[in-house]
Nanobody, 114 residues
């Protein structure tokens, strides 16, 4: 059984930082495209950042220079370091593992507000 469990969300002031974690079981994260998505209220889900098996990363334009995705193979986990957070980053953040099949976590809420 595959599980992706996100953690690390919360309430943060504009300009602050958060680090999201995605702990995987049932798959090996280094074998999958691991992607962070987010969905804000009333908006479509969008890709935020991804890392592929060979380690290459890509980012949405809106987060480039502020967010960093990383992978820890020993912990079978993926992380999203979010700096210089803005109110428009407020959303539920989801971890996604993609190959022939894909799997989703349940999401973690990030709220950026003063």
């Amino acid at each position: 059984q595959v599980q992706l469990v996100e953690s690390g969300g919360g309430l943060v002031q504009p300009g602050g930082s958060l680090r999201l974690s995605c702990a995987a079981s049932g798959i090996i994260v280094s074998d999958y495209d691991m992607i962070w998505h987010r969905q804000a209220p009333g908006k479509q889900r969008e890709m935020v950042a991804g890392v592929v098996p060979d380690g290459r990363t890509n980012y949405a334009e809106s987060v480039k220079g502020r967010f960093t995705i990383s992978r820890d193979n020993a912990k079978n986990s993926v992380y999203l370091q979010m700096n210089s957070l803005k109110p428009e980053d407020t959303a539920v953040y989801y971890c996604n593992a993609r190959r022939a099949l894909q799997y989703w976590g349940q999401g973690t809420q990030v709220t950026v507000s003063s």
